[in-house]
């Protein structure tokens, strides 16, 4: 079994430290090695597993992304044009495409969560190479290590029906969206610049979206701990991970960078998805650049 930890929470606070110590990390080389493990390409099945309470719009604004992410039916710049910087990682395309849905309401294993409740979870469906399974837990469930160190978290496990690998999310709305939703919430440290306007309406989960983005990119190009990566496997920057903090162009640390903004509800975005949903999504390191990637 092998965990793989989003570190954005973490590297999102180093974007708030001393200007002269933030030079300093921006100035070592951004490269992110292959090594030569298997990466998620061809048609992939994101299963979703709704732990806690969800409410039908909030679902749709989650399906609805994984759904754009291959549709080519939205104006640019796209949720499925941000996602094909994927294509440049060894391999060819991934494209994914919402399965199987269990929505979970009963709060069966508790409000407060560990990582073996997170795997019990999604194990709900079965693992397969060709799947991710995607556990979601609503804001008044604790996991053990959010907002703390992490957001958000991808592994992969083996089980009886094969080898899979799996992703956490959270929605920090009551517990840490100053961290895990930031742009959309004041943040806990550094500049108090104002907070962007949700795209969807909803702080938590346009912050889900965001960490979802992350995790699914990051999942894709390093789905063993032998794909791309910087640093150390146990705690490695990845493909987005990589780019924590930057949306648009001219981001500095604790400003997301210049994106577009709704005329009529004064939201910020920078990607068009399927039925008229707007998206903020990170940057991405793109390895023909070697840099990190931004919509706009």
């Known amino acids: 079994m092998a965990f793989n930890y989003n570190f954005a929470t ?20 951004l490269v992110l090695k292959y090594h030569n493990g298997i990466l998620l390409k061809g048609n992939i099945t994101v299963n979703l597993i709704w732990y806690g309470k969800f409410t039908p719009i909030q679902r749709s604004i989650i399906v609805d992304f994984v759904n754009s992410l291959n549709s080519k039916g939205a104006p640019l710049p796209s949720t499925s044009l941000w996602w094909k910087t994927t294509e440049k990682y060894r391999g060819g395309s991934s494209s994914l495409s919402v399965g199987h849905q269990i929505v979970h309401e009963e709060y069966t294993l508790g409000k407060i969560l560990k990582s073996r409740h997170l ?28 907002c703390m160190s992490r957001c958000g978290t991808h592994g992969s496990t083996k089980s009886g029906s094969g080898r899979g690998t799996y992703i956490w999310v959270g929605n920090s709305d009551l517990q840490c969206p ?9 943040p806990i440290y550094g500049p108090q610049t104002p907070p962007l306007i949700a795209p969807n309406g909803d702080v938590g989960v346009d912050g889900m979206v965001i960490n979802l983005a992350t995790l699914l990119a990051n999942t894709v190009t390093n789905p063993f701990n032998s794909g791309y990566f910087q640093g150390p496997p146990t705690a490695p920057l990845e493909a987005v991970s990589a780019c924590t903090g930057q949306f648009g162009s001219g981001s500095y640390p604790g400003y997301p960078g210049r994106v577009l903004v709704d ?18 999504l990170p940057a991405m390191w793109d390895p023909q650049s070697s840099a990190c990637k931004t919509l706009v």
């Open 178 to 186: 100053g961290q895990c939703a930031w742009p959309f919430h004041q």
């Open 263 to 280: 005329k009529v509800t004064g939201a910020s975005f920078n990607a068009y998805g399927v039925n008229g949903r707007k998206y903020m």
């Open 10 to 29: 973490l590297a999102f606070l180093l974007c708030f430290l001393a200007p002269s110590f933030a030079a300093l990390v921006q100035e070592q080389p």
């Open 119 to 146: 795997i019990a979870l999604a194990s709900k469906t079965h693992f397969a190479v060709s799947s991710i399974n995607v556990v979601l837990t609503a804001k008044d469930v604790v996991v053990d290590g959010f």
